[in-house]
C-alpha cells in the first residue's frame, strides 16, 4: 500500500498574476479549481513592495522584513568601491529566511524555484533555487538532488530569449518548465510529511510579459494559448487540492500584478539629456558612468542615487547640498512626459527613508535627510528617490541608446497594488494586506516564535501609492 504523505503547511505561489486577471479566468471557466477554491475561502488584494521587483517581493516575503533590513533592493546593485554592477543573491540577504527558521525549530522544510533563493542556504529539507541560478548541480541543497533534477529534465526556468523570437515556441518551452516543475513537486510531496512545502510557478510572469496585450486584444492565435497556459496551472491546483486533506494550512498567491506597456522607458537617457549623467567615454554596461560628472546616476527600475562626496567611491556632491539634489532630481523625474500623449510617467518619487528603515530605526523619517544619506549597513545601499510610474510606463536604464521612450516585445510590466492571495486556514492581516506581512502568520502557524525585528503585523511595509 502506497503511503500519501502531506505538509503540515503549503503554499503554492504563482508569480505575476493580477487579481483581476485571475478573476475573469474563474469567471471564463479557465481556472475552475481556483474558483473552486476561491468559492470557499474567498479571494483578496494583496499589495507588493516599491519598487516592485520580484526578488525585492519575494525578499520580503521569506524575511518579513523590509529592504532596509534584508539588503536586496533590486536585481542590479553598484558594487562597492567603483561604478561596476553586481547581482544580488541570497548570499546578500542579511538576515535568516523563513527556511532557516523553521529549520532551527526542527521543522523539515521544502522549497522550490522561489525568487532570490539561490544560492540555496543549508537548512533541515530541500532547497532548490530560482530562476537566477546558473545549473542544477549549483541550485539544489542538498546537492544530491539535483541528480533527481537531472533525470526529469527539470528546468529552472522557460527560455525567456526564445519569446523574442518565437512566441510559440515559447510556450511549448513554457509546457515543459511546468509539468516539469509539477512532476517535481508531487514527487517530493511523496518522500515524507514536510512542516512547511513551498512551489513556485514562475511561468506566468513570463507569458505575461510576453502575451498579456494579446491576451487583452483577443488576438486569434495567442489569446487562446494564453488562456491553455493557465488552464495547466489550474490543473495543476487542482492536483494539489485533491492531495491535500481540506484542513491543511494553504497559501495561494502571487507576488505582484501586470499591466500592458504603453513605453519602456529608458530612464539613465533621461538623466542624461537633463544633465545629470555623463556616461563614460566607452559604455559597457548600465552604471558606465564617468563620476568626476555625473551628479546623479540610476539603476532599475526608478532607483536614483545621488553620487555624494564621501560615500560614493567618485561622489562629486557635496554633503550639504544632499537634499537639494534629491529635491531638483525628484522634480525633473515628476516633469517626465510621454511625448506622444503628453502624459506625466512619474506619479511619485518616494525618498528612501519613506520606505525603508533599518533595524530599530522605524523612526528614521525623523532623522535629518544627510543622517539618513550617510546611514550604513543594508539601509545604506538604498536609493536615495524611488521613482513610481503609473500604470504602463516600464522603467529601464538604456544609458548607452539615444532613445528614450521605445517600445519593443514586451507587452507587460509589474504592477504594485493587484496581486492576490487566497487562504485557508491561516489567520492574515485583515485590512491592509502586504507580501512582507506573510512570514509571521506561517511562523505562528507552525509553532514558530517570529523574530523580534521582524516587521509589524498590519503595519505596512510600503506604503499605498
Not at 187 to 199: L, Q
Not at 286 to 299: E, N, Q, T
Not at 319 to 335: A, G
Not at 384 to 392: K, L, N, S, W
Request: charged content about 25%; hydrophobic content about 35%; some cysteine.
Amino acid at each position: 500500500m502506497t503511503i500519501r504523505h502531506n505538509p503540515k503547511f503549503m503554499v503554492l505561489s504563482i508569480d505575476g498574476v493580477p487579481i483581476g486577471l485571475l478573476r475573469q479566468l474563474m469567471g471564463e471557466g479557465v481556472m475552475p479549481n481556483m474558483a473552486a477554491l476561491a468559492g470557499q475561502v474567498g479571494t483578496r488584494q494583496m499589495r507588493s513592495v516599491q519598487p516592485t521587483v520580484s526578488c525585492v517581493a519575494w525578499a520580503g516575503y521569506m524575511t518579513g522584513k523590509n529592504p532596509g533590513k534584508h539588503g536586496i533592493y533590486g536585481f542590479i546593485d553598484r558594487r562597492e568601491g567603483g561604478y561596476d554592477l553586481k547581482f544580488p543573491n541570497s548570499l546578500t540577504m542579511a538576515t535568516e529566511n523563513i527556511w532557516e527558521l523553521l529549520s532551527q525549530a526542527n521543522k523539515r522544510v521544502f522549497g522550490m524555484n522561489v525568487p532570490g533563493s539561490f544560492p540555496p542556504r543549508q537548512v533541515n529539507g530541500i532547497l532548490i533555487g530560482g530562476f537566477l541560478s546558473p545549473s542544477l548541480e549549483k541550485a539544489a541543497w542538498p546537492a544530491g538532488e539535483s541528480n533527481y533534477l537531472k533525470s526529469i529534465d527539470y528546468r529552472l526556468d522557460s527560455d525567456a530569449q526564445l519569446a523574442r523570437r518565437d512566441k510559440q515556441a515559447m510556450l511549448g518551452d513554457l509546457d515543459i518548465t511546468l509539468a516539469r516543475r509539477m512532476e517535481a513537486m508531487f514527487h517530493y510531496m511523496d518522500t515524507e510529511d514536510w512542516d512547511f512545502f513551498h512551489t513556485h510557478i514562475m511561468g506566468s510572469d513570463r507569458i505575461n510579459h510576453f502575451l498579456l496585450q494579446k491576451f487583452e486584444q483577443e488576438d486569434p492565435e495567442f489569446a487562446p494559448a494564453f488562456r491553455a497556459y493557465y488552464r495547466k496551472i489550474d490543473e495543476a491546483v487542482g492536483k494539489m487540492l485533491d492531495r491535500l486533506p481540506d484542513d491543511t494550512p494553504l497559501l495561494i498567491f502571487s507576488d505582484h500584478g501586470f499591466c500592458p506597456i504603453k513605453q519602456e522607458v529608458q530612464l539613465s537617457r533621461y538623466l542624461v539629456e537633463k544633465g545629470w549623467t555623463v556616461p563614460a567615454e566607452s559604455v559597457r554596461h548600465p552604471l558606465s558612468i564617468d563620476p568626476a560628472k555625473s551628479r546623479a546616476y540610476c539603476l532599475i527600475p526608478g532607483r536614483g542615487y545621488v553620487n555624494l562626496k564621501g560615500r560614493e567611491p567618485g561622489g562629486i556632491v557635496p554633503p550639504e547640498e544632499y537634499q537639494q539634489v534629491r529635491q531638483q532630481l525628484s522634480r525633473d523625474l515628476l516633469d517626465m512626459r510621454d511625448p506622444n500623449t503628453n502624459e506625466k510617467v512619474i506619479r511619485k518619487v518616494l525618498m528612501r527613508e519613506e520606505i525603508y528603515w533599518p533595524s530599530g530605526c522605524r523612526g528614521i523619517q525623523k532623522m535629518e535627510p544627510l543622517e539618513v544619506a550617510r546611514q550604513e549597513g543594508t539601509f545604506g545601499k538604498a536609493a536615495d528617490v524611488i521613482a513610481i510610474p503609473y500604470d504602463g510606463y516600464d522603467l529601464k536604464l538604456g544609458l548607452a541608446g539615444k532613445t528614450l521612450f521605445q517600445k519593443t516585445e514586451l507587452e507587460g510590466m509589474h504592477t504594485y497594488n493587484d496581486a492576490f492571495m487566497i487562504a485557508r486556514g491561516v489567520e492574515l492581516p485583515k485590512d491592509d494586506l502586504e507580501i512582507s506581512m506573510l512570514a509571521r502568520p506561517i511562523l505562528e502557524k507552525l509553532g514558530v516564535e517570529p523574530p523580534t525585528d521582524m516587521d509589524g503585523i498590519g503595519e505596512a511595509i510600503t506604503p499605498d501609492v
